[in-house]
Each structure stands twice: as C-alpha cells, then as structure tokens.
T-cell receptor, first 115, second 113 residues
Framework: DAGVIQSPRHEVTEMGQEVTLRCKPI?????LFWYRQTMMRGLELLIY????????DSGMPEDRFSAKMPNASFSTLKIQPSEPRDSAVYFC?????????????FGPGTRLTVL | KNQVEQSPQSLIILEGKNCTLQ??????????LRWYKQDTGRGPVSLTI?????NTKSNGRYTATLDADTKQSSLHITASQLSDSASYIC????????????FGTGTRLQVFP
C-alpha cells in the first residue's frame, strides 16, 4: 500500500497566484481530511469529506480556500488568490470509515511558501 | 484557550534514558485520546488510541496512560533511541464528532547520543 499520496511536496509561489494541492487517499478509505500545520497554531482541520461529500468546512479560513473531492481517489485544495499568511504545511489524511477509534493515516504533506 | 495542552514544549534527553510527556485536555465529553509521532518533514503517525474506559496502552517502548477523571494523559518512552527524536502530539476527539480531531501543539523531543 502506497499510503496517502500528496503532490506537490513543495510549492513556492508569489502572492496573488492560484495554488492547487492534490491528494490521493488510501484505496478503500472513504473519509478524507485536509489539515494545515504552522508553528504558531499546530495542526488545524480545514475540511473533511465522507464518501466524497463535504461534511464540515468550518475550518476553512476564508473564501479564498476551496476543496473538492470529485471521486473516491482524488481531492484538491485550492487557494485563490494566495497570500503570504497561507504559508504552512498542508496535510491530507484518510480513514476507512468515520467513527470512534478509526485511525487517520496522514500523507507526507505539501510545504507551501507564498512570497 | 487551547482545548489540548501539552508539556513540556521541548525536551532533550540522552540515549537510553526514559522520559514522560504530558497532555491535559478540556474536551468534554470526549471519545478517545491519541498520541501521534511526527518526524521532521513527515506526516504524523499514530502511536496509540485510547477510549475513555482505557487506562493504559502500550506500543513497544511507548506506553500511554489516561486518567479521564482528571483529564490527563501521559506518554512514557522507555530506553530512548536516537530515532525517537520527533514531535509527539496529543489528540482528542469529541464524543459527538469523533472525526473532528483536536490537536495539541506537541512536545519536541531530541535524543542525543
């Protein structure tokens, strides 16, 4: 099993540009989570999906952020336009089914730097 | 105020020594508590998951304890190795939404030879 796959691993962009982060969950997992990690705030949940349907997007910071999951094997997190304060590591995680004690498996993350 | 507080923020120990990391939480009612290990440049990896009815759980040299009455947990690392150098994150899920994990800010452990 390849685990959760994220791309790109590193992204450097200029303020105002559109950024798209990609995630492929573990095959057979039906819940997918997007997190952001910064030194100041640690790991924060942005949005999560069950069976490709967004369940809770209350962590999405503002309208510049959007996420989609068109099918069970692919999700994107888009930032448009990007700002320097969006610089962080973005993680995608997946789990077999929502509920108690289900372990979330994290991808390697995408380190985003917005200049 | 963060609902999951960890201490210390950072810790340096010598290889072979034991150490204990602390986690206090205010999430209530809570469903389960997890400890994750995060190596530099990688995603977090689960070490233990405990429900409110469990007091202790081990994973090799890692032993987690939970006191649901005082809302405290600890992670004990025995006979530390250089590969234990990482951040250790305490994570709690709420009883009514077990998918929404609440993360502590972590303890950064460095093990020196």
């Amino acid at each position: 099993d390849a685990g959760v796959i994220q791309s790109p691993r590193h992204e450097v962009t200029e303020m105002g540009q559109e950024v798209t982060l990609r995630c492929k969950p573990i095959s057979g997992h039906n819940s997918l989570f997007w997190y952001r990690q910064t030194m100041m705030r640690g790991l924060e949940l942005l949005i999560y999906f069950n069976n490709n349907v967004p369940i809770d997007d209350s962590g999405m910071p503002e309208d510049r952020f959007s996420a989609k999951m068109p099918n069970a094997s692919f999700s994107t997190l888009k930032i448009q336009p990007s700002e320097p304060r969006d610089s962080a590591v973005y993680f995608c995680a997946s789990t077999k089914s929502s509920g108690q004690n289900n372990e979330q498996f994290f991808g390697p993350g995408t380190r985003l730097t917005v200049l | 105020k963060n609902q999951v507080e960890q201490s210390p923020q950072s810790l340096i120990i010598l290889e072979g020594k034991n150490c204990t990391l602390q986690c206090n939480y205010t999430v209530s009612p809570f469903s389960n508590l997890r400890w994750y290990k995060q190596d530099t440049g990688r995603g977090p990896v689960s070490l233990t998951i405990m429900t409110f009815s469990e007091n202790t759980k081990s994973n090799g040299r890692y032993t987690a304890t939970l006191d649901a009455d005082t809302k405290q947990s600890s992670l004990h690392i025995t006979a530390s190795q250089l590969s234990d150098s990482a951040s250790y994150i305490c994570v709690v899920s709420h009883h009514y939404n077990t998918d929404k994990l609440i993360f502590g800010t972590g303890t950064r452990l460095q093990v020196f030879p």
